[in-house]
């Protein structure tokens, strides 16, 4: 990413809004608007089209010379795409925002203001979770998130929404890597966690965003994946952060104990009920919520699901 300096003549810098597109022509229009409608003006689009063979394209060329169009010459992982995407970012500031996603108007003109302190890397808000099926929303965090030097949390129990963050360019700058292009479910994560270990975060306290949500998600169907990539993390920070097992070891046992409900879930989908038991039962006094579904575990996994939308846990 080029090194352009801030707008003087407004006072305010460019953000770069990075779009990553596969065949997401259904609700992109709604996405790109929500964009244009923000009362914050210094901004560009980045949208990389990750070789669609749907109406993307059309769509995305019919918008001016504020979203700058580009296409691979083939499809390649999410992460890979993100990292392709954000080499032509020109703003001092990057943000992100996938084509079935929304941001409210005055997102940008709320997040800006908090990084006139150098020392804050990263802004994000909350969300509102919408559900494609019934419309319904949710607000995503009901109790006030943390902010400052949050490493270990973010470590303990990631919570940051993509469609929210904001980040100072500068912060890729002191990254070894980007996005880390091994991941499919996890890349977020790991980008924000390891910018979280040198600045500081912001929070503002409202939903600045609706992050759209599906019924028959591929992160359901594909949860024992979570598992394997955060000991796949795990393993990385080891080798990133000195003394990492010592310093973070009650972290640790928290990812571990994560790791252990997404590994069991698999194994339920699958009817190894006994092995759900087994993989919780260790981790049970760290996670003291994975006592639920070591006793549930003697249901049909259809009949967890079922409980988890009655009591809206899941979409």
Not at 103 to 119: T, Y
Not at 200 to 209: G, K, N, R, V
Not at 238 to 255: A, D, P, Q, T, V
Not at 267 to 280: D, F, L, M
Request: charged share 30%.
């Amino acid at each position: 990413m080029r090194n352009h300096s801030p707008d003087y003549l407004t006072g305010k810098p460019k953000v770069s809004v990075i779009m990553n597109c596969l065949n997401c022509s259904k609700y992109l229009r709604e996405a790109i608007d929500s964009v244009y409608a923000q009362t914050y003006k210094n901004w560009e689009i980045i949208f990389w089209d990750n070789v669609s063979t749907d109406d993307s394209a059309e769509i995305a060329k019919n918008y001016d010379d504020k979203l700058k169009y580009f296409r691979g010459e083939q499809t390649v992982p999410l992460y890979a795409a993100r990292n392709m995407a954000l080499r032509h970012a020109r703003g001092e500031f990057i943000a992100f925002l996938d084509c079935d996603d929304i941001w409210l108007p005055a997102k940008l003109e709320k997040q800006m203001p908090l990084f006139s302190k150098e020392s804050v890397g990263l802004v994000y808000s909350n969300t509102m979770l919408l559900n494609q099926k019934t419309g319904n929303e949710k607000i995503l965090y009901k109790k006030k998130p943390p902010a400052g030097m949050i490493f270990r949390e973010l470590l303990a129990g990631y919570f940051l929404s993509l469609e929210t963050v904001v980040l100072r360019r500068k912060c890729f700058d002191m990254l070894s890597e980007w996005f880390d292009g091994r991941f499919n479910h996890v890349g977020d994560a790991d980008l924000f966690i390891r910018v979280a270990f040198d600045w500081e975060l912001e929070y503002i306290d409202e939903p600045l965003a609706k992050w759209r949500m599906y019924e028959e998600s591929w992160t359901w169907k594909k949860i024992g994946l979570f598992g394997t990539e955060w000991r796949m993390l795990l393993d990385k920070y080891s080798s990133l952060f000195e003394g990492f097992g010592l310093r973070y070891e009650k972290e640790i046992k928290k990812i571990n104990a994560m790791i252990s409900y997404f590994e069991a879930v698999e194994e339920w989908k699958n009817n190894n009920r006994s092995r759900v038991r087994a993989i919780v039962g260790p981790h049970m006094l760290i996670k003291p919520k994975l006592f639920l579904v070591f006793l549930l575990s003697i249901l049909p996994f259809e009949q967890f699901v079922k409980l988890l939308r009655f009591f809206g846990k899941h979409p």
